[in-house]
């Protein structure tokens, strides 16, 4: 990493065991890690096979807070008077930024 100019920092790395249907063995230590507002930890995802354990990422605590706190914010209940399209302008694009 020094290589490239880059540094580690000791409190924020870790090694962490991907748990998921093929790696089934008790591990002791974390098994999921917060990135760029993302928790990647194990889930159960469905499959074309049925139903398995991957590891995977989902929108993480902090950033869902985050967004409440910024949809609440919106007061919503108090813009009776935009149509459904001012709406939908107006809220779209945060939710599509979200989304991507």
């Not at 991907?18 to 089934?24: A, G, I, T």
């Not at 919106?74 to 930024?97: C, F, H, N, S, Y």
Request: aromatic share 12%.
């Amino acid at each position: 990493m020094r290589d490239a100019g880059l540094g580690l920092h000791p409190d924020k790395t870790r090694i962490i065991y991907c748990k998921d249907s093929r790696r089934r063995q008790r591990r002791d230590g974390p098994v999921s890690f917060d990135f760029l507002g993302y928790a990647f930890r194990p889930r159960d995802t469905m499959g074309k096979n049925g139903r398995f354990t991957g590891f995977d990422l989902a929108a993480s605590r902090k950033a869902v807070k985050r967004m409440s706190k910024i949809v609440t914010g919106w007061q919503l209940r108090k813009l009776t008077d935009l149509t459904w399209e001012q709406l939908a302008g107006w809220i779209g694009p945060v939710i599509r930024g979200w989304m991507a």
